[in-house]
Structure formats: C-alpha cells, structure tokens
C-alpha cells in the first residue's frame, strides 16, 4: 500500500485519507474511494495535493480485512455485523456468558500491528446485541501476508479449557427451576424474608430462570437438612441456602446441613467483595449454592459471578474462582480502608444522566422568556446548567423547544446534548417523556430538573446523587427544604417507563404518590429547589436578591 499525498490526477482509486470540504460545499469523508466525479471535483476546486491510501495487488482492504478475521474468530451465538471503516464488531445473539480463549487473542495481536482484537474479559455476561468483540484494522488496507498470518494463529492456538473450539463464543443460561431454602433465627421480622425472596426472584428472572418454590425453616442443622432434603425432593435445577447468619466456616450450620442431607462441599469463600461467603456445593448432579447475605441486594457481588456460571451449565472450577479475584473487587468499603476523597460511593457505582426542562413558552412571563433572562449577568437557564455540569452527570440533555436556537446560544460551551421538541407547547410532561426517552439505556438514574432554578447548589444536588439506592427503597430522591417538596427529582431507571406516559402540563408529582414507598425525602440546605422564576415580578425580585452562585 502506498500513502501519501498525491496530485489529484493520480488519487483516482485511492481511499481518502483525512475528510476535506471543497470551495463548493461539497463533503469528501475520509475513508472514500475516490472516483473520476471526485477527482473532477477536486481540480475544480484548486486542490494541488490530496492525501490518499494507494492499494496494491497483495493488499486486502480494511473492511474486507476486519470482517474476515471476526469471522474467524466468532464461534457459537456470536454474530459478525457488517464493517464498516475498518472495524467489524461481534455480538451475542443470546443471554449467557461470553467465553473468551484469551491466549489466542493475545497471540493474534501480537502478529501484526495492523491487526486489532478487543474483546469482553471472559465470563462476562451478555444479553442479545451485547458487543462482546471488535476487530479493528488501523490502516487502510492489510498485505495479504499478514492476513494469513492472523488467520493461521487463529487455527493453530490450542483451545483454552473450557472453550470449545472458537476463540469466542456464548454459553447461554438455562432456564432453569430454583428451589430457595431460607432459615430464621428468633426475631428474624417476616419482612426481611419476603425482600429476600423477591430480590432472589427478580435476579433468577433477569438470567432466564425462576424461583419455582421456597421453604422456610430454622437456623439450626437439623431443621436445615430436612428442608434441604423436602426441596430436593421436589427435583429443582438449583438449590439456593440463604441462612440468617453468615457461614464462616466448613463446620458452620449450612455447610454441615449440607453434608447431612447426602452433598458435598466443594468450596467455602471466594476472592470476591462482597460476596465473600458465597458456597458451592452438590448433591447428586444437583447444584447448591450457600448465598451470603449481601445478595439481599439485587447490587451485583461475587455470588451473582458463580450463579451466572452454574445457570450458564457449568459449576465454576478452582482456577475459575481464582480467576475472579482479578477484578473482583466490586465495592469500596469505607469500613475497610479510607475511600477516595471527593467521591461519594454512589459516584462510584450508579450512572447518573441529567434531563433540564428548558422547552416550555413561559406564558406567566408575557412575551419574555425566563430562561434567557439574566441574573447576576447570566441567562438563568445558564446557571441550572453550570452547576450540573460540576456533578458526576453524563449525558445531561437539555429539551428545548420555544425559541431553541436562543436557549442554545445561551448555553454555548457547555458539555450538553439537546433534545429537541417539536410537541412543546403541549405542555410540561411531554418535554420529560422527551428528555427521558433521550437517555434510556445510558444510565441507572435520570436527574429532571427545572431549567428556571437559578439559585439551585451543587451540595443539594449531591446530597440526592448521594442518597439514591433504589435496592433499600431509595430509588426516587426528592429534596426536602422547611418540609416541602422541592426540585430536581431524581428517578432509577426502573421509572423511566412510567415517566414516559405523561402528558400534558403535568408533571411527575403523581408518580410521587403512585409509587410512594419508593420515595426518599432528602433534607437540604439551600432555598434554591424552591424558588423558580416564573413571573415578571418573580424575576425582578429574583434581580435584587443576592446573585446565584
């Protein structure tokens, strides 16, 4: 392959290096092949030296290159899409656990530079569509010689235990028939056991399977044996022991229960926090699982890496649960080790994305439009947005509607997206359907706020960033000022459906009350998530109290 820059009377047939607009307008992308119009185009244009990629006979080009090594590379239920500037992405075509022959992927890369793998690490789990893999070819063509070099280690690498043949491929999760065996210690509240048994049946119904029956019994090795044996009676794919006191150790009550009723432990403890105190063990061909107490919480721990397994058709071997403490630390613990300063664990774990409702016509304002009034010398939607943009919120999308292009220029430089909405002028709740449907798939959490809130903190709007925990009934976050309800809102992403039926000038404040038992009221210190400018006496009054900060 020549590359360089060539007079345009020789670039005929070459790939354009770097995308060009011409004295017409017209738009040459990078990555074109350029014709006889093009390079027409180009000396009408006084273009004296274009920068292009020559191919020659021995050379494969990108796209043909990437797709021909993704479709060595994919194996069962993994879909090679169409490249596409020299990259071909691989996907899952099933929900299961991506398994990754990583020794032949790193060999592949180290054949030639022009050739790229990235993939998943292995076991991860993935749904239909999930990318588990990219090739990427860097330049714009491949001699054919490191073609088949690529190729060649791609068949010769010996298969990692337990692959089965492709480097990449999926092992799909069953759907399989769980039985939970709970016990009880005296005062154990029936609430807690109830949690319990809906979380463990929200996290079985997100892998495929289901929690077909539950036995309850108490905390002591005889009665956890017979249930054990009741629930293997009854032939379920999987037996789960939640015990009310932590298993610490092979003589505890599980395990022994376990050894009673005719199992084998095959292993206490694993490398991963939390989750350390998840046991495996089997009776029969039967699997059983010890489950610790964090996965109360549907948050992601060690327990869900071996239970994904064990769904996926495989018990986890000794070298898989090694494997797993590389990266198996899932959760800073403050009673563990000094966190991060500056950073809430909420950062850490919840993505958060931003909708500011700058859309509406501002009736009460006359023929003004608040968001763009100053205060303190600057629009007040500009303040709203500036104080986000400090807090750990990504994407923040601001919906926009009557005089759009004013409420953009207002907020020029800052790192926002724009929704625009043409239905604005139906009213309030169809600008957060809008903003909502924006971000849906990008985040845990979606922030609405008023685009007329000058004076709202940062510090109040941490403080519900702080808050949210929708495993322990957190999962909408209001704040709270001389007790009354105030804004931004924010809502988990298990809301986003229901905030997408609103309509009209109505906002979410019904939903408030719908899902009631999910709300968390967050005391703050600021006035500024109740005071929005609504008036022209609003305003002027907002102008003579102290500038915003």
Known sequence: MKFGPVEPKHAEGGVLAHSLRLPSGRFLRKGRVLDTDDV?????????????????????????????????????????????????????SLAGLVRVDADRVRALNRV??????????????????????????????????????????????????GAVGSPLDVAGFGSCDVTLVQ???????????????????????????????????????DAVAGALVRALGAGPDLVLLLGASATGDRGDVIPRAVERAGGQILHLGIAVDPGNLTLLARHGSTP???????????????????LEHVLAGRMPSEDDLADMSVGGLLKESPARLQPRRGTSDTERTHRFAAVVLAAGGSSRMGDANKLLAEVGGRPIVRHVVQRLSALPLDPIVVVIGHESEAVRAALAGLPVRFERHADWAAGMGTSVRAGVAAVAGEADAVLVALGDMPWLSENDVRALLDAFDPDTGRGICVPVRDRKRGNPVLWASRYFTALQTLEGDVGGRHLL??????????????????????????????????TPP
Do not use: Y
């Open 513 to 546: 009350h719908a899902f009631a038992d999910d709300v968390c009221e967050v005391a703050v210190a600021g006035e500024g998530v109740l005071m929005d400018v609504d008036t022209p006496e609003g305003l002027e009054a907002a102008r003579r109290r102290e």
């Open 112 to 161: 030639n530079e022009s050739v790229t793998v990235a993939t998943l690490p292995p076991w991860a789990p993935v749904r239909p569509g999930t990318l588990v893999a990219t090739v990427k070819i860097i330049p714009f063509a491949v001699p054919r010689v490191a073609l088949d070099a690529c190729l060649a280690s791609i068949r010769r690498g010996t298969p990692a235990k």
């Open 183 to 221: 016990t009880r210690l005296p005062g154990t509240p029936q609430k807690v056991l109830e949690r319990s048994q809906d979380t463990m049946t929200r996290r079985l119904a997100a892998l495929g399977s289901r929690l077909d029956s539950r036995v309850v019994c108490d905390h002591d090795e």
């Open 40 to 92: 027409t185009a180009l000396l009408a244009g006084g273009i004296s030296r274009v920068t292009v990629a020559l191919l020659e006979a021995e050379d494969v080009a990108e796209d043909v290159a990437a797709e021909t090594v993704a479709q060595a590379l994919a194996g069962s239920h993994v879909e090679v899409r169409r490249p596409g500037t020299g990259r071909c992405n691989l996907v899952a």
């Open 288 to 306: 059983v699982l010890g489950v610790p107490g964090c996965a109360r919480s549907i948050r992601r721990n060690g327990f869900d890496m071996v």
